[in-house]
Every structure is written in C-alpha cells, then in structure tokens.
C-alpha cells in the first residue's frame, strides 16, 4: 500500500520555515502545529496579542488533526451523561455549550478568513449498528430525550426507512441526526489557520522540534533539534499524542491509534452515500466515514494501542466497510493511513497550567476538532490576563496513565468493549 495520507495527497504545500537562529523573542510560544495549539495562537491573536509562534516538529497538521475523520460536531469523548454526573447539570450543560461555540467558531473562522476545506453541512448521523435490537434504538431515542432536555441540544430522531434513502445498506435501524454538524477537510483547515496566523503577524515554523523548555528571566527559552532558540513570556504545549517532553504531560495520557482508509473515486452508480451528513454508529469502537468531494468514501475505525501498517490498516478498514456496503468488493483503496489520539483516564481534555507562565492543552481523544478550538479559546483568555480557564476542567486534571500498564489495560477494555458489542449484535433484545 502506497501513499501518503489522502489529506496530505490533496492539500496545498505551503511550506514554513524552520526557526533558526537564537536571538528572537515572542509572547507566546506554541508548541505544536494541531488544532490545539494552531486554536489557541489564532485566539491569541484575536485578542490583541499578535506577537506569536507556533512550533511544530514536523509539518502543520502532521499529528492528528491532519489526520482524522474531518467530523467537526459538538461535545467531548466523555459522555455527555457522564458529564452531567461529574460536573452537576449547570456547569456541564455550560461545558457543553462551550463545544458547540467552538463548531461555529470553526464555521465562522473558515468564512472569515475564506479557507478553502471543503466544508460540507448536513449534520452527523449517528446509526444504530443493532438493528434487530429494540433495546438499542430505545436507547437512542432516550438518548435524544436526555440532551434536549437536559442540554436543550436537538437531535433529530431518524427511522430506518430514512436511513435507507441516505445509505445503500440495510445494515442499520434508526439513527440520530446532530444538525448543528459539519464535515471538511481537517488539513486544510489546519494550513489555512496557519496562514491566518503568519497574516496577522505571528510565526509558524516546521521542521522545528522543541527539544529543551528552560525557564529564563522573564519567560522561557526553548530549543529546537536543530540548535535554533526562541525566547517567549508565556508557552503553551500542545502535542498531543506526539508529546516526548515534559513527563507530568506524558504521563497522564495514552496515545491511542486510529485507521482511515479512502478509496478511489466512485462511479455515481456504486456511490452509497446519499447525504452530505457524516455518518457514524453507536458501537464502541464506531465505524466513522463520509463521501468526499471527488467522489471517494473516506473511511475511518478502530481503536487499538498498536500502530499499524498501511497495508494492514486497508486490510482491515476495507473488511470492515464490506460488511456495510458489500457492493464496493471490487473498489480499490487508494490511500491507508493510522493516526495517533491522546487520551486521559477520564476521557477528557487536559487543559491547565504547569507553572506560571506554562500553559498546556492536551488529552482531547477522538472527539477533538471542536473541544480543540474551545480549548484555544480558554487558554487565550487565561494567558490575554480576562478570565480564568473554566473551574469545570479542574475536576479533568493530570490523572496518572501508568505507560505500558495503562497500555495494556486500556487495550484490554476495549477487547472487551469490542467483544460486548459482537455479544448485543447476536442477542435478541
Ligand atoms: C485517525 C483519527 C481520526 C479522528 N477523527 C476525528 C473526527 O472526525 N472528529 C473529531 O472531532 N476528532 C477526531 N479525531 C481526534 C482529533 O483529531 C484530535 O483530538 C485532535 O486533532 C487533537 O489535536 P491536538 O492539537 O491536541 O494534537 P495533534 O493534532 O496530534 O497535534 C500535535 C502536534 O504537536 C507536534 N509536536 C509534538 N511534540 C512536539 C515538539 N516537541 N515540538 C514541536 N512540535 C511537536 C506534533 O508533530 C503534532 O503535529 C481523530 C483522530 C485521529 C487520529
């Protein structure tokens, strides 16, 4: 399996500078060219404060947000219930609405500043993968129930015929539908953040992999792989997954990976896809995909502690998305790609500060595009002096992940989850 990923086949090079040199100064440095930090320098800069540098190791993009599902939708990888429960119903329904501010940032940043990301509206679907299961689409529909009540989010109800107009499949029941949804193309959005950056005075350097963080008089120094300094007033670390500095960082998430497969463009009588909504299920280790523009169907699944091969990674997605669509055998699979996720204990995003002056975003799961921006947002605020970041995150801190242990425990539950959800498909009920 050849290729690159296909967002890095399709997206423009734009290509910035490594940092060189060692006598230059910002107010903020970020570290880290995903959502995350790309979030918070825009936030930054939107508030007065266009003195800052993002530094990213490889290039913008290359972690996860370049690399993903490319579903912008609202909420957390914690359940919004869960939520509910840790938080009490006020703060968490506040909480949640932060997510969903931070999906019409998105909307409204890409407007603004006219980034080309291949935006498609039209919701996401959530479907219900038992089909025979009337336990699992009253689920749903409590499910539905509970966030407008309690959240006051409308989600619409959708029945099986419907879904059967949008998908070529009888492989689902019902489904929700999160109007308030989109998808685009995740690196392009990244690179066209970034050129928002460097266009309203900050700087973006790749190639530039911070190696050394020293605190310095008024602020810190930091070192790159290649020699090259900066000295900043304030830092934010944002590498995600990709992170191999900073243990109490390290520490307290897991990086998980992820598979997305495209295959090739579809003649209009294979497309399966009958909807501009993105589509995914109610398993525990959900399908995820959506039609693309040039008529390929991006695919994405799977959650496992193991990187894995391109090659494997087509193997596998392609199964899986026979058993949805068996009618695509004879479609090639173009590109084949895994990605690494940051995960807390708690299912939550770790945003705080490690000192003063050191500020960090991390931890933010497969459920990051949104909560990513609402984390800029926080952080800008906090770091611009306005207002502090929400107590509500306090209740996520640095839990301990306990390296290869917590590896292992993490892959052993979800064999298990895995394995409860092959149990519901075959059990009546
Ligand atoms: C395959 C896949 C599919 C997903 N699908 C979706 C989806 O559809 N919708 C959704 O909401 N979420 C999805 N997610 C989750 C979402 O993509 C992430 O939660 C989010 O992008 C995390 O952003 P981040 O900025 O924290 O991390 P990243 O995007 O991983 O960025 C961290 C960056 O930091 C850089 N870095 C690390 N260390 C250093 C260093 N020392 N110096 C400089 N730079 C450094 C890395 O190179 C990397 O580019 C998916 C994730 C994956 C992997």
């Known amino acids: 399996m050849p290729t690159p990923t296909y967002y890095a086949a399709t997206a423009p090079r734009l290509g910035f500078p490594a940092l060189s040199g060692s006598t230059d100064e910002v107010e903020v440095a970020v570290l880290g060219g995903g959502f995350a930090g790309l979030a918070a320098a825009c936030g930054l800069q939107e508030r007065g404060i266009a003195s800052v540098a993002v530094l990213e190791a490889h290039t913008i993009g ?56 291949e935006r498609e509206e039209g919701g996401a679907l959530l479907l219900n993968w038992f089909r025979h299961s009337a336990r699992a689409e009253r689920q749903l529909h409590r499910q539905a129930r509970w966030l407008r009540e309690h959240f006051g989010v409308a989600w619409d109800e959708i029945d099986a015929a419907q879904v059967r107009q949008w998908l070529d499949t009888d492989r689902y029941g019902g489904a929700l539908l999160e109007r308030d949804a989109f998808h685009f193309h995740p690196l392009k959005y990244a690179l066209g953040l970034a050129r928002v950056i460097e266009q309203a005075g900050g700087r973006v350097h790749e190639h530039s992999a911070v190696t050394a963080l020293d605190r310095s008089p008024g602020g810190f120094v930091l070192r790159t792989a290649e020699g090259a300094t900066l000295r900043a007033a304030q830092v934010v ?167 290869q242990a917590g590896l292992l425990a993490a892959q052993a539950s979800y064999s298990w989850a895995e394995l409860r959800d092959a149990l519901k498909e075959r059990l009546p009920g």
């Open 237 to 403: 670390v944002a590498g995600g997954a990709y992170l191999e500095m900073l243990p109490p960082l390290t520490g307290a998430r897991l990086p998980i990976a992820t598979y997305v497969i495209a295959t090739e463009p579809l003649p209009a009588q294979l497309q399966p896809i009958h909807t501009t909504a993105a589509l995914y299920d109610n398993r525990f280790a959900f399908d995820y995909y959506r039609a693309l523009q040039d008529r390929r169907l991006l695919w994405g699944g799977r959650i496992s502690i193991h990187e894995r091969e391109p090659a494997h990674i087509a193997q596998l997605l392609r199964a899986d998305m026979l058993k949805v669509f068996p009618q695509l055998a004879a479609v090639r699979i173009e590109h084949a790609w895994g990605g690494l996720m940051s995960y807390a204990r708690h299912k939550m995003p770790q945003i705080g500060r490690l000192a003063p002056g050191l500020w960090f975003a991390q931890a933010f799961g497969g459920h990051g595009v949104a909560p990513t921006t609402a984390a800029g947002e926080w952080l800008a605020e906090a770091i611009s002096g306005r207002t502090d970041l929400p107590a509500a995150l306090h209740r996520y801190g640095l839990t301990p992940v306990f390296g």
């Open 62 to 117: 290359h972690g996860a947000s370049g690399r993903n599902g490319g579903f912008v939708f609202g909420g957390f990888s914690r359940d919004a219930t869960d939520l509910a429960r840790d938080l009490g119903l006020p703060q968490a329904r506040e909480f949640y609405a932060c997510s969903r501010d931070a999906v019409a940032l998105i909307r409204s940043r890409i407007e603004r500043h006219a980034i080309d990301c």
